[in-house]
C-alpha cells in the first residue's frame, strides 16, 4: 500500500526566506505527483504536476522536483510571503490505477511578516 | 483549468438523517473522486464516481452509507446516509479532464453532526 510522508509537519520562517518542503513515497510505481496548497477553511489550489517522466516543474516562485527511484519530492519556494502561509500537501498517483490520489500528511507553513 | 462548485458550502445536521452534497463542473471531465477530511487530517478517498455506473468504493467505505450518483460527464452526487457525529468531516469533490491532467478540487462540504 502506498504511504505519503511529509516532513516537516509544521514550519515557521521569516518573511523573504527560501525554503523547501519534503515528501517521500514508499511506492515509486508512480503515474504522477502533484503539490497542493490549502488555506483554513478552503478547499484545494493545485500547484504543481509532475510527471513520472519528469524531473521537476516550476511555477513563478515554487519549483517541484520529482525523484522516482528514491520515492521524493521537494517543494521550494523562493522569496516567501505571507500570503504563502497555509497547509501545502503533496500527493501521488499510482501508475496502473483510476488516478486517484494519495495523500501525504501535509505541511502547514507560516511566514512572519 | 476546470472549476468545481460543491453545495452546500456547510451544513449542521441532526443525527440519523441524510444529506445529499452536489458537485458541479463548468466542463467535461473524464474522472471524478469524492474524499473525506477529518479534523485535523489529511485526505482519504472515499470513492470513484463512475458515468452512468456504480461508483468504485476504496476499503472501509460502502455504498449504503455513501451513495454516489453520476449521471453525466459534469456532475455528481455524494449523499452521507444516517449521520453520526463521527460523519463530521469536510467532504470534497475532484475532478480531472485527462490522464496528463491535475486533478483540481472544490472549495468542500463542512459537515457537523449533532
Known amino acids: 500500500k502506498q504511504e505519503v510522508t511529509q516532513i516537516p509537519a509544521a514550519l515557521s520562517v521569516p518573511e523573504g526566506e527560501n525554503l523547501v518542503l519534503n515528501c517521500s513515497f514508499t511506492?515509486?510505481?508512480?503515474?504522477?505527483l502533484q503539490w497542493f496548497r490549502q488555506d483554513p477553511g478552503k478547499g484545494l489550489t493545485s500547484l504543481l504536476l509532475i510527471q513520472s517522466s519528469q524531473r521537476e516543474q516550476t511555477s513563478g516562485r515554487l519549483n517541484a522536483s520529482l525523484d522516482k527511484s528514491s520515492g521524493r519530492s521537494t517543494l521550494y519556494i523562493a522569496a516567501s510571503q505571507p500570503g504563502d502561509s497555509a497547509t501545502y500537501l503533496c500527493a501521488v498517483t499510482l501508475s496502473g490505477s483510476a488516478r486517484q490520489l494519495t495523500f501525504g500528511s501535509g505541511t502547514q507553513l507560516t511566514v512572519l511578516p | 483549468s476546470a472549476v468545481i462548485s460543491q453545495k452546500p458550502s456547510r451544513d449542521i445536521c441532526q443525527r440519523g438523517t441524510s444529506l445529499t452534497i452536489q458537485c458541479q463542473v463548468d466542463s467535461q471531465v473524464t474522472m471524478m473522486f469524492w474524499y473525506r477530511q477529518q479534523p485535523g487530517q489529511s485526505l482519504t478517498l472515499i470513492a470513484t464516481a463512475n458515468q452512468g455506473s456504480e461508483a468504485t468504493y476504496e476499503s472501509g467505505f460502502v455504498i449504503d452509507k455513501f451513495p454516489i450518483s453520476r449521471p453525466n460527464l459534469t456532475f455528481s452526487t455524494l449523499t452521507v446516509s444516517n449521520m453520526s457525529p463521527e460523519d463530521s468531516s469536510i467532504y470534497l469533490c475532484?475532478?480531472?479532464?485527462?490522464?496528463?491532467?491535475?486533478?483540481?478540487f472544490g472549495d468542500g462540504t463542512r459537515l457537523s453532526i449533532l
Open positions: 475532484s475532478a480531472t479532464q485527462g490522464t496528463h491532467q491535475p486533478q483540481h
Open positions: 511506492d515509486s510505481a508512480i503515474y504522477n
